[in-house]
């Protein structure tokens, strides 16, 4: 039974704050990925920079790892390690469920001013199943 009906104005107004503020505080922060994904994307594009593809691989599962090469790694760090050098943003949009999967997105932004990236990278028990940037 809710009693807030019965509370004055300003106690009931106070009790929706409180309420308010003790759902957000159990709530994913705002711009953080949940889980962790934000390491794991970090950990992945700094490999990238590098060109470690180990590195890169390293939170994947096994389909991921053997379906990358040095060569497609090599073809990205290419085009997009100098941008990233250069500075970047990377900030957490949300997930999709997808096929059993769950994809997060995170847009991508460059101290350059040029163009942004969108990522997406699909996950299942905890390990990347794919990695996109578009």
């Known amino acids: 039974m809710c009693l807030l009906h019965k509370l004055p104005v ?16 159990s709530a994913q922060a705002p711009g953080q990925a949940p889980g962790g ?4 994307l ?10 470690s593809l180990p590195d890169f691989v390293a939170p994947g599962d096994a389909a991921f790892q053997s379906g990358m090469n040095q060569d497609m790694l090599d073809q990205v760090r290419n085009t997009l390690a100098p941008r990233l050098k250069g500075g970047y943003t990377a900030t ?14 995170w ?3 460059f101290k350059d001013g040029l163009d942004d990236r969108l990522i997406t990278m699909a996950v299942k028990e905890g390990k990347v199943a794919g990695f996109f940037l578009r």
Request: charge should be positive.
């Open 10 to 25: 300003r106690r009931w107004c106070l009790a929706v704050v409180i309420a308010l503020a003790a759902h957000g505080a």
């Open 107 to 109: 847009k991508l932004g």
């Open 42 to 51: 970090t950990t992945m594009l700094e490999a990238l920079q590098s060109g």
């Open 37 to 40: 994904m934000d390491r794991t």
């Open 92 to 105: 957490f949009l949300g997930t999709l469920h997808q096929g059993g999967y769950t994809v997060y997105l």
